[in-house]
């Protein structure tokens, strides 16, 4: 059961926006497996609708990955306190903000909120998608919280690509760049995944002061600041409110199941 589970990742994997369909034959071969375990697995997979085929043979990603999806990001409940207070800091400074978690070495994007701004407006990153934590501004402040051990664990399985010439490309200057945010208590990200793009990123905490999350503004390169203390204020306030809607819910959750333990147990 165990190596059944273990070899559903790689097949996932597989299926990416530049190659959404595989055919049985290039499965097997690119997870160096013979073809009837591929197969066997695939089906499976096919079956419980992680994956789907089509009329010609090819396998996609199922429809009820994005079902899973939809419920996993309903069930985060910071994402509950962050969106109203994204959708007020996008307007304030009519620029793009993000909610994004860390999964490893990679930031996965949780809500994006559009910003409308005359000029320019960003395609960039969606729900669900994902980036190099090390090269973004809300990866940086999602791993400067942690234990050098903990950083250097999860960075262990990143392959340090350089996505630009500003990239940090090593676990020693990222531990450099991590110093300086947790002195500043926000991230920046001057062109590191795209040239033309810059983003500031601020933490989101729990009522343990463990952080959580991360809220990013991303903008064109040449609308950046070069003093990042005018966007870094206003998100540095966002994120604390959100952080402290966060802290207040569980605060009411747990005097809830205190209320009902106490019922249990009342004569």
Not at 170 to 175: P, Q, S
Not at 180 to 188: I, M, N
Request: proline letters at 6%; a neutral charge; glycine letters at 8%.
């Amino acid at each position: 059961m165990l190596t059944t589970i273990q070899k559903i990742g790689p097949v996932l994997e597989l299926f990416t926006v530049e190659r959404p369909e595989w055919r049985m034959s290039d499965i097997a071969r690119e997870l160096g497996t013979p073809k009837s375990s591929a197969h066997s697995l695939v089906a499976t997979l096919a079956e419980v609708g992680l994956l789907s085929v089509g009329a010609n043979g090819s396998y996609r990603l199922g429809w009820n990955l994005l079902s899973l999806s939809e419920r996993m990001r309903a069930s985060l409940d910071f994402r509950q306190h962050a969106v109203p207070v994204m959708q007020e800091l996008a307007m304030s400074l009519h620029e793009t903000v993000l909610l994004a978690g860390l999964d490893r070495h990679d930031v996965v994007y949780v809500e994006r909120v559009e910003g409308n701004h005359p000029m320019v407006r960003l395609a960039g990153v969606r729900p669900g998608g994902r980036l190099p934590a090390h090269a973004t501004a809300a990866g940086k402040v999602l791993l400067a919280y942690r234990s050098v051990p903990e950083v250097r664990a999860l960075m262990s399985g990143s392959n340090w690509k350089r996505l630009t010439p500003k990239t940090v490309g090593t676990i020693e200057e990222l531990h450099q760049a991590l110093v300086e945010v947790r002195r500043a208590g926000y991230a920046c990200d001057r062109g590191e995944i795209v040239p033309d793009i810059a983003c500031i990123g601020a933490p989101i905490m729990d009522r343990f002061g463990s952080v959580v999350a991360a809220v990013s503004i991303s903008v064109p390169a040449y609308r950046f600041p070069a003093d990042p203390t005018r966007l870094a204020e206003p998100l540095l306030a966002a994120c604390d409110t959100i952080s402290k809607g966060l802290a207040s819910h569980r605060r009411e959750l747990i005097a809830d199941n205190n209320e009902l333990a106490a019922w249990a147990v009342a004569p």
